[in-house]
Every structure is written in C-alpha cells, then in structure tokens.
C-alpha cells in the first residue's frame, strides 16, 4: 500500500491558502485540539484497541478523555462489483474527495458472482484506489445479508488476510448465499436464522482477538426500511461481541428518494416506502416505516428503540452515509454486457458510460450530502476503527455544521471531563456541565445553501439496566429536557449547560436542526415538543429538512 498521507487541510505543508472556508475551518479545529502537525501524523503506530475511558477503568469520579479531530466519512458505498450499482471505484473515490470525505467504505452486496469472482477483483481495485488517492482512507467492505432479518455493514482493516475474511464470512453467514431469504412468510427457521446471524458476529470477534486481521467492525443498515430487525434480534447482534457490533444507520441513505417532481408522487426520503409484511417484526407501529427528518424512526423517536438500548446503559453508536448507488440527476448509465457475460460469471457490471441526461437514482455522491464525522488522536485506518467503536461519532445532513465538540464533566473537577460515547463517574448530587462547542457551517453546501442551525436539543434518558423484555423498543423516561436557540449565532461557540446527577445513572444524547421543519415528536410533545416529521409523500426536499445528532455521553452514578 502507498504510503498514507494526511489530508490537505491537516498536513502543515499546505498553505492555508491553498485551503478552501471549510478546510480553513476544519483546521482550526484540529489546532485547537492541539493535534496539528506532528501530533496528527499517520497513525501506523496508532493501535487498534479503544483507548480506557477514565471513568471506566479507573474507578475514579470524573473523568479525562483525550482532544480529539473528527475525520469525515461514508461506511456504505457500491460500485460496479455490486450487482445493482453503476460506478467504477475511481469516480467514487474523486467525488468522496471533492465533498470532504477522509474515510470511505466499500460495501457491495453479497452474492455467488461477487463471493466467487468480485471480492478478490475489487480488493485489486481497492490496493490501486488507495495508492492514487493516499490522502483518503479507503476499506473494503461487505453488505451482509442477515439471516432472518435486513443488512448489515461488515468491514476490516488494511492487512494480507482482509479481502480473506470477508470472503470466507460472506459464503458461510449470509443469508442471500445460504438461501435463508427463500423460507416466504411463514419461514419456519427464523430461529435457526436468527441463531446463525449471532453465530457469525461471534465468528467475526475471533478473527480479530486471534490477530487474523487487525480490526473488524459491523453496523446494521436501514434497519427499519422493511421492519424485519426486530428489537431482540439487534439486541442479540449487539450483546454477541458488542466490541464488533457497534451500532446502526441512525439515517439510511437514498436521501434524494423524495425530491419532488424526481422519482414519483409516492417517494419517501431514504426508499423508506414499504408497509409491514408477513416476515416483519409485528410490534413495530405502520408509521415506523417512514423517516423523520431524513432519519430512521428507530433513531429520530425520542423515547424509541434507539433510546431503549441506550437505557441498558451500553453504547449503541448511530450513523449516516450515502448508501451510494444512483446518484440523483447523474447521466451515467450501465454498460453493455459483453455476450454470455452476467454478474454472476464475472462479478462486476460493465463499466459505466455517459448519455448526457439525467437517469433515475435516489443517492448523493459519498460525502455530498451524509456525513459520519469520527472522532480520533491520531490518523490512519485503525484510527478510525477504534474512534467508532469508543462512540465517538456525530452526524449531520447537508453539511449543517463545521465542528462539534461535546465535553460533560463534573463542576468540582478541572480536566476536560468525558466526551461521546464516554461514562463519567460522579455521586448523586453532582453539580455537572455539558459544554457543546458548535462550529457552524463556513461556506454554502453542495446545494448552494449556506446551513443555519437554529437550535440545539439535549436529550436525556434514565439508565435502568438490561430489559426484561428483549423486544421492548421504548424508553418512558427519555425526553427532551433543554433547547437551545441558537438562530443567527456565527463562528465558534460553547453552550454551558447545567446537569444534576440524581438517584439514577443516565445519559444525555444531542440533536439539532435548521429549524425548517419539525413539529410534536411521536411519543408526544411532553417528551420531544419540535422533533423531525415525515414529509409529505413525493414532496421531500432533503437540503430543506436537515438535521445533526450526536452518539450519548454516559453517566454512571456511584451507588445507582
């Protein structure tokens, strides 16, 4: 593999004049982490392993995590090695880096063509796309088909046995290759496939405690697009190797689904357009099938499952991406088959060719409108791993912000405190400050709009432990407890926002939005009084309707 290199707008050997607003911006950031320059340089020394939350480990109240960057990225990409895709790895990877993109997962679909031929094609692809691009970060990937229920991303580290293992994964666990996906409504083996599904996130955990490959990580995707995920099965997925199952698409992408006057009068953000069938899990209510603001309502339901897995007190992460296969008002189209030829014989579609109008698609280009921003001390590929599954994550829509920095420590304590995806130890009583650094948007999106955040939500949830009912998907004591309105603030700035700790261990989480469209959440306004909405069927402008949410910060209170 070329030798990595730092991003433009953190390698001191730039001129900041050479840097775009945003890359000015997101330099700054990183200097007032204090991790420009040397202090950033490539990660290869950088490991693998979560660095020890200081609360957790230590025993000690308080708590100290390091400064971190975020580095921008996208885990859910296809290509022409996916059999419903268009783009070759090449145009994927330029317009990852025209939009800001530092990281990108490839992440093509399962099947007998991509398990016998593609997945050994594309990691040639991959080894050349790292080499012309050394300023990103590119993994391969897999889309999972999960026995008895939707997707999942599936993805390793850079090293001799990666493409290996997503091979040997692909053709003894998913549910597409096995046939699990034939058995019809009754599907009399749910249990057998559900069983098998935690079998093989448990085969994924030992490839990577035995050193086979260095990291492995797996998200579930657009969970609640058919409704199939059930509660306990995300649980089961979740408690197999909770350090490889890490978390879900908070948002899906096919953002562009519902662009009015594109696809159809009945078109949802995300292709969120289906009703509960015969295989979906038949708990979930029919308005779980749509999005709130561009975001699963598993993720935008303040009080909902999101919130019912954060309540255990174990970190669930969320994300977004673009799930990149059509992009919206593209010109490209599939090639022609050469004779004889089919994915299934070759595993890879014909390269694209351009018609000079617009073809059907429902995605943005990686990075154009969806952003995962994970947190990091160092750069490099593990760098990236070990931030995702310490939970430092937080995600926006149309580029609505340029920084976010969250910090809750406790008053009596001086130290930096704890941050996403963190626990700090305190005692019932503890006077605590949740401090959100908010850098906002420094030039217009993809779209031509300069983003305006008006307002800042935090959310705050009990801690109760484990559920007794595994399919519980609500949290009663989760709500909305502060809004911030921060209409026409410019710049960097820092809200102080002050905490009690009570009886109870809890969480805090945030979220925000251009205030453009919201209205009572769907457990009700005493609990979420201006939260996302459904859109309109057909009449879904994503740059009109963005919103950011970040991952929790725990806090564990000694005695609860």
Known sequence: MTEQQLPVWADPSV????????GVSRRGLLRRAGLFGAAFALGSAATSRTPALAAGDSGRLGGEDPRLAYLVGDHHIHSVYSHDAKYTFSQLAAKGAEYGLDWMVFTEHSNFGHADFGAAMEHGEILKARAQNP????????????????????????????????????SAYDGKLLAYDKGGPADADTA?????????????????????????????????RLGIDSPHEMRAWRDAAPEIMIGMEGAPGAQGAAIPGWRGATSIRGEYENKPSAQSWPGYPADAYLTYGGFDWATATVGGLWDSMLAEGRLFSVTTNSDAHRIVFDTWKNGDWRPGQTFDNTGKLPDPVNTDSPQPGSDFWPGQFSRTH???????????????????????????????????????????????????????????????????????????????????????????????????????????????????????????????????????????????????????????????????????????????????????????
């Not at 001129?15 to 945003?22: I, K």
């Not at 590119?138 to 091979?167: K, N, R």
């Open 15 to 22: 001129s900041p004049d050479a840097l775009d607003p945003q």
């Open 135 to 170: 300023r990103q970060l590119i993994f391969q990937g897999l889309e999972w088909y999960i026995p008895a229920a939707e997707h999942c991303t599936v993805f390793t580290a850079p090293g001799p046995h990666e493409v290996d293992v997503l091979t040997r994964f692909e």
């Open 192 to 224: 057998r496939n559900e069983a098998h599904a935690v079998k093989a996130v448990k085969w994924l955990a030992q490839q990577r405690r035995s050193g086979y490959v260095d990291d492995v990580l797996v998200l579930a995707n657009h969970p609640m």
């Open 374 to 560: 994970v947190g990091v001390t160092r750069y490099g590929y593990r760098a990236v791993m070990s931030g995702m599954r310490a939970g430092r994550v937080w995600l926006d829509h149309g580029h609505l912000l340029d920084g976010l920095d969250v910090r809750l420590t406790r008053d009596r304590d001086r130290g930096r405190g704890v941050t996403l995806g963190g626990r700090l130890r305190v005692r019932k009583g503890d006077r605590l400050t949740l401090n959100v650094t908010v850098t906002t948007a420094s030039r217009p999106n993809p779209q031509g709009i300069l983003p305006e955040l008006a307002h800042v939500d935090v959310i705050r949830g009990a801690v109760r432990g484990p559920v007794a009912d595994r399919d519980d998907w609500k949290a009663p004591d989760t709500r909305v407890v502060r809004t911030e309105d921060v209409s026409g603030r410019k710049g960097t700035y820092t809200l102080r926002v002050p905490l009690t700790a009570g009886e109870e261990s809890f969480y805090v989480r945030l979220r925000g939005s251009d205030g453009n469209r919201h209205g009572a959440g769907y457990l009700g306004a005493s609990v979420d009084p201006h939260g996302p909405v459904p859109h309109a069927p057909g009449d879904g402008d994503p740059w009109a309707d963005t919103w950011f949410y970040s991952n929790p910060v725990f806090v564990d209170v000694e005695g609860s």
